[in-house]
């Protein structure tokens, strides 16, 4: 094991970038994933029922199929069509599709947004009907009960499983060094194979990131769950 090799600075700068890019990726798919998998998850507890087939029938098609084939799509597919190439070059939003980093954290977004909104529809389905029955004696409407009262319990009681959704987000960000130009973690340990022939050190020296970045978010979210969450805990007498 010649792990020197790894912490040569022009390597260390190499996974430093990875990081930065992992990171940028995870964050930046996880906020705009957030922001459509709340919209998606009132549409599917909502009264309108071709909307709720609709974003049903979409989470069904995110959660059966692999995140590369997705990743792919859009890249090597979408990235790839003529109609799309002939306008990326000055016609907004389809200049975005010739970036490497666009695509993925698309790809990434639109996964984690069909998982989450599942989640959050479940939550808001389990909602106690003691806390709607109050904010209605409060004489609260329809959507005021959702966003005062709903929305904000099952956001709450989504967080276990959310955070298990943020850890597998991180791990499958490694999925973007299938698209060329992307140096992401799992990308920057490639490099260092491909130059030195050492297999296990480049990625082993990658997992342990992985590990480290996994081990940080569980601990955010185990402290965000202790104080949102406190008033699920058994009364100690």
């Not at 597919?77 to 200049?95: F, Y």
Request: with cysteine; charged share 10%; net charge neutral.
């Amino acid at each position: 094991m010649n792990w020197s090799v790894i912490f040569q600075a022009k390597n260390l700068a190499l996974y430093g970038e990875g990081i930065v890019t992992t990171l940028w990726l995870l964050f930046a798919s996880l906020g705009v994933g957030a922001v459509l998998a709340v919209i998606f998850a009132l549409l599917l507890t909502g009264p309108w029922a071709p909307l709720r087939w609709a974003v049903g029938a979409y989470t069904y098609v995110i959660r059966g199929t692999p995140l590369l084939i997705q990743v792919y799509l859009i890249y090597y597919g979408l990235g790839q069509l003529e109609w799309i190439q002939a306008r990326w070059d000055d016609v907004w939003p389809w200049t975005y599709f010739k970036e490497p980093f666009f695509c993925a954290a698309f790809a990434f977004s639109l996964n984690t947004a069909g998982y989450t909104a599942e989640m959050l529809a479940g939550a808001i389905r389990e909602t106690n009907a003691g806390e709607i029955e109050a904010a209605q004696s409060f004489g609260m409407s329809r959507l005021q009960v959702m966003l005062r009262v709903v929305l904000p319990s099952a956001m709450r009681r989504t967080l276990p499983a959310y955070s298990n959704e943020v850890v597998m987000m991180l791990q499958s960000t490694s999925l973007a060094s299938a698209v060329p130009s992307m140096m992401d973690v799992t990308a920057a340990a490639s490099r260092v194979y491909s130059d030195y022939y050492l297999p296990f050190e480049a990625y082993l020296a990658a997992a342990a990131i992985y590990l480290v970045a996994s081990f940080c978010l569980i601990g955010v979210f185990k402290l965000a769950e202790k104080h949102f969450l406190a008033y699920l805990a058994p009364r100690k007498h």
